[in-house]
């Protein structure tokens, strides 16, 4: 029993003493053997994976500890772990490791009660109750410039735990540590953190010395971090779409990564179901809440019926996702505004205007239904009264001999056996029935001219087939709209009658009724809009000429200045811009409900014609667009249409450098889409490539990676007094600032910020001359452009080569297939060398340009670009070798972005 005692005071005083260093992931003794009844460790409750902030050392102690996943508000939890299968004591501790597969040491420290300063934490169990929480554990975030000296410590202190406490590093071993730390500290995410836990049992001699495999946890985000917050779609301004997708969404969420979200629309079926993205660059996300895309097309088009589907936010790294919301695809119409199916609406098989039941007849004739009349001979009808107070009486009747047409029927006397009352019935209703009779007997009287009229008319277009006398007695219906709104012009025009549209207008303005030509039907288009829409090129100069007003506006808020660019006909366009006159000229800097000038919707039609004819018809080129500030110039780079990029530049004189509301230039947009050949076109025109827009480049996800000790703690200390003194005077709160005032004041973006590919980052890096392509290619980019290129001392000599044979630039450029280029290149100061630079930079090879010298009877040239060529290969030859520092060009994408982020 004594004994007993005195062995439990013993660990007691080794627990107390004993102070394990941080162990490397892979363990120098084995781990104890599982088996299927052995001990082992499980984790009980993970920690919380988002919510908790790692904490700076300036900062002080951390407050609170890294509650567990189940945390509430009044029930608290911690991360526990327990040690299974086992009674006894045991030693459990955490410590942090990166979120890898596999795991490595990390940078940061853990910080408690129950820590060391190595950042590791331990808790001793047992012998019953064999869980371990751990309560109040805090993450200290070392900065990016303390990470390598953080990990060389550690990574002796693992040498030493092996070797020795009194070991000393020889040199070669010191600079190994040095290069591994460094190493390991490039690709490490501050952002992120894992627990790594281990339980260590005891041995024969009441050591802990017997490991058991170790356990990892969830990973834990920053909250400072941009993927810390939890995916959530918050709202969008719509829910449905075509079934062809490319519908404009705004979509409001909870902070998102730019570079590491996606929009992921899914159907879930028997077949595996479906899955498409949404459509948009690094530019349309707008300070991490909101995001502007494009839907996807549906799998299938050919849908009868709404069909719903669903969409998340998604992150391209980790399978974080979002609730789904639910999204609605319709069918297609091709017929938006309705045209064709109005034109196949048929007519009756047996035309018969007059197609009511048959009357009393003699003879084949047809009588007015059930007005009774009998028929006059050979088929004739005739008008008759009718009982009971009907409106009209004897009119026309047919003979043997042809129309003829009687006169007005005189009132009647009232018998006198039918002016005697029945029961009750006043006297006043004989006194009724007479009025009644009077004015039957006046419309009878007009029914009667009209019918004369209109037969007089139908005998003289018989005579002569002159159709505006059948017109003229119709006049009085012009104006009468069907069940779709459309008047008698509106038919014609979508029937595409030319000749009836003239018919019909003369005698519009013969009556002084021009407000019919105006008329409006249910989807608000005037014969106006109908004609752009069928492009009628003759009815709509008609139309103009008649005084049709070319001001009135559809359904969208469209003129017909829009509906001609949308269309894309600058025949329309020329029409409509010769009519309009000095009154009407601000039509063509007018906007649409949704925004759009008219020379928007060209550029989206890709119309250069359309969009030449606008600007000189007065149309502001640098006009922007209501719902971004795009330019038409933003909208031909953000469509990939170089031609018509170029046409803006170099003809229509664009600006290279307008903003839009988010402040991103043409030059943003070509670089987020990764296209080399747009960056290098408006290089050459002008384009600024350290511009910066209005996103701020902290809330980057490489932020924690570029910014400097200094600029973390300023932010972490202004975070820290946001949630200390959210109340404090404005005046405390503006003392407040960093000892960098740019970088405190949020710089944006630049090009070079957003680029997606390593051409681009090549052709904005703005403190290098262009390179050869190989010199920063991509490991999957290395076979393309490990092909010849020309250095900067080629380029020279083959610069005045070509300047001492007087070769054309305009020649040259369209040899290369860089002809609509050549006139950017002409105002360079060394047009040649801007040439053959962006030649290179947009991927042409040096066999093309060979190709073209000799094409041109340059074989000095050619001579040079071989002897070029033929040094390359030996010296590629010659470097086999790696040296330590050559297998580097994979990393040279990130030593370029911090050259650029820190000048």
Same mark, same amino acid.
């Given at each position: 029993m004594e004994d007993t005692t005195i062995s439990m005071i013993e660990n007691e005083q080794f627990m107390m003493d004993f102070s394990y260093p941080l162990m490397h992931p892979v363990k120098s003794e084995p781990y104890l053997a599982e088996t299927a009844h052995g001990p082992y460790l499980q984790i009980i409750e993970e920690p919380k994976q988002r919510g908790f902030r790692f904490r700076y050392e300036c900062e002080g102690p951390s407050h609170g500890g890294l509650p567990g996943a189940s945390s509430e508000k009044n029930k608290k939890t911690y991360p526990t772990v327990k040690v299974c299968n086992y009674v006894g004591y045991a030693r459990v501790e955490v410590q942090l490791v990166t979120h890898t597969d596999p795991p490595?040491?990390?940078?940061?420290?853990?910080?408690?009660?129950?820590?060391?300063?190595?950042?590791?934490?331990?808790?001793?169990?047992?012998?019953?109750?064999?869980?371990?929480?751990?309560?109040?554990?805090?993450?200290?975030?070392?900065?990016?410039k303390g990470v390598v000296e953080v990990l060389t410590k550690r990574l002796k202190d693992e040498k030493r735990r092996l070797k020795g406490p009194n070991y000393h590093f020889p040199d070669a071993e010191e600079q190994a540590i040095a290069k591994e730390a460094k190493a390991l500290g490039k690709d490490m995410d501050l952002n992120v953190v894992r627990l790594k836990f281990t339980a260590y049992l005891q041995d024969s001699d009441g050591r802990f010395t017997r490991a058991l495999k170790p356990v990892i946890s969830k990973p834990i985000y920053d909250s400072k971090s941009p993927n810390a917050s939890n995916l959530k779609i918050s709202r969008m301004d719509k829910t449905c779409g075509s079934v062809l997708g490319g519908d404009e969404i705004f979509l409001l969420c909870d902070k998102v990564q730019k570079d590491d979200i996606e929009i992921r629309f899914f159907e879930d079926g028997k077949d595996g179901g479906w899955e498409d993205f949404g459509d948009f660059s690094p530019t349309d996300v707008h300070k991490q809440y909101a995001i502007v895309f494009k839907t996807p097309k549906y799998h299938t088009i050919d849908i009868e019926r709404p069909v719903t589907v669903f969409l998340q936010l998604k992150r391209k790294k980790g399978d974080d996702c979002s609730e789904p919301k639910q999204f609605t695809y319709v069918p297609y119409v091709q017929d938006k505004e309705e045209v064709q199916r109005k034109k196949q609406k048929p007519l009756p098989h047996s035309f018969d205007p007059w197609n009511g039941p048959p009357g009393g007849a003699a003879g084949t004739g047809r009588g007015p239904g059930n007005f009774g009349g009998s028929g006059g001979a050979n088929g004739g009808f005739q008008?008759?009264?009718?009982?009971?107070?009907?409106?009209?009486?004897?009119?026309?009747?047919?003979?043997?001999?042809?129309?003829?047409?009687?006169?007005?029927?005189?009132? &009647?006397?009232?018998?006198?056996?039918? +002016?005697?009352?029945? /029961?009750?019935? !006043?006297?006043?209703? $004989?006194?009724?029935? @007479? =009025?009644?009779?009077?004015?039957?007997?006046?419309?009878?009287?007009?029914?009667?001219?009209?019918?004369?009229?209109?037969?007089?008319?139908?005998?003289?277009?018989?005579?002569?087939?002159?159709?505006?006398?059948?017109?003229?007695? &119709?006049?009085?219906?012009?104006?009468? +709209?069907?069940?779709? /709104?459309?008047? !008698?012009?509106?038919? $014609?025009?979508?029937? @595409? =009658?030319?000749?009836v549209v003239q018919q019909l207008v003369h005698m519009i303005i013969s009556i002084s009724q021009q407000n019919i030509l105006n008329i409006r039907n249910h989807l608000s288009q005037t014969p106006l809009h109908l004609a752009v829409i069928t492009k009628q090129h003759g009815v709509l100069d008609f139309l103009l000429k008649a005084g049709a007003d070319p001001t009135l506006l559809d359904r969208d808020g469209k003129s017909v200045l829009h509906l001609a660019a949308d269309v894309g006909d600058e025949v329309l366009l020329q029409i409509l811009l010769t009519h309009l006159g000095e009154h009407n000229a601000h039509l063509v800097n007018m906007v649409d409900y949704n925004g759009m000038y008219p020379i928007h919707l060209a550029v989206r039609r890709g119309g250069e014609r359309c969009l030449r004819v606008l600007v000189e018809g007065g149309a502001q080129v640098d006009a922007q667009e209501r719902k971004g500030g795009s330019t038409a110039l933003h909208l031909a780079v953000k469509e990939n249409l170089f031609k018509l990029a170029c046409m803006l530049i170099t003809e229509l004189k664009a600006d290279v450098n307008a903003r839009t509301f988010g402040g991103n230039t043409p030059l943003h947009l070509a670089a987020s889409l990764g296209s080399p050949t747009l960056c290098s076109m408006l290089i050459a025109a002008g384009a600024r490539k350290n511009l910066e827009n209005d996103e701020p480049l902290f809330f980057s996800s490489s932020s924690s990676d570029e910014e400097d000790e200094e600029d973390e703690e300023n932010k972490a200390q202004a975070e820290e007094d946001k949630e200390r003194d959210e109340q404090a005077p404005v005046a405390l709160q503006s003392n407040r600032t960093s000892k960098n005032p740019r970088k405190r004041a949020a710089m944006g973006h630049t090009p070079f910020d957003l680029a997606r590919c390593q051409k681009v980052r090549a052709i904005l890096d703005s403190r290098q001359s262009p390179r050869p392509i190989r010199e920063t290619a991509r490991p999957a980019e290395k076979q393309e452009a490990a092909k010849p290129q020309m250095d900067n001392e080629t380029l020279s000599k083959l610069c005045g080569i070509l300047s001492q044979g007087n070769v054309p630039l305009r020649q040259l450029a369209e040899k290369l297939g860089m002809l609509t280029l050549a006139d950017l290149y002409q105002e360079c100061p060394s047009p040649c060398q801007n040439l053959l630079e962006n030649y290179q930079l947009a991927g042409g090879h040096l066999e093309g340009l060979v190709e073209a010298l000799r094409s041109l009877g340059l074989t000095e040239g050619v001579r040079l670009l071989r002897q070029t060529e033929t040094r390359d290969k030996s010296q590629?030859?010659?470097?086999?070798?790696?040296?330590?520092?050559?297998?580097?060009?994979?990393?040279l994408e990130g030593e370029v972005q911090q050259v650029v982020a820190n000048p």
């Open positions: 490595r040491i990390h940078a940061h420290s853990l910080v408690s009660k129950q820590c060391n300063e190595n950042g590791t934490c331990s808790m001793d169990v047992g012998p019953t109750d064999l869980t371990a929480q751990f309560n109040n554990l805090g993450i200290l975030h070392i900065t990016k008008f008759n009264h009718l009982e009971g107070g009907t409106l009209f009486g004897s009119m026309v009747g047919f003979s043997g001999s042809g129309l003829h047409i009687s006169g007005p029927a005189q009132p &009647q006397e009232v018998p006198a056996n039918q +002016q005697q009352v029945h /029961g009750s019935q !006043p006297v006043a209703s $004989a006194l009724q029935q @007479q =009025q009644l009779l009077h004015i039957a007997s006046a419309l009878q009287n007009r029914a009667s001219q009209a019918t004369r009229q209109t037969a007089r008319a139908l005998l003289n277009y018989c005579s002569t087939g002159d159709v505006r006398l059948l017109l003229a007695v &119709q006049r009085q219906l012009y104006s009468i +709209q069907d069940e779709n /709104g459309d008047t !008698p012009l509106h038919l $014609a025009i979508i029937h @595409q =009658q030319p000749a590629s030859t010659d470097t086999t070798v790696d040296s330590g520092f050559g297998s580097q060009t994979g990393d």
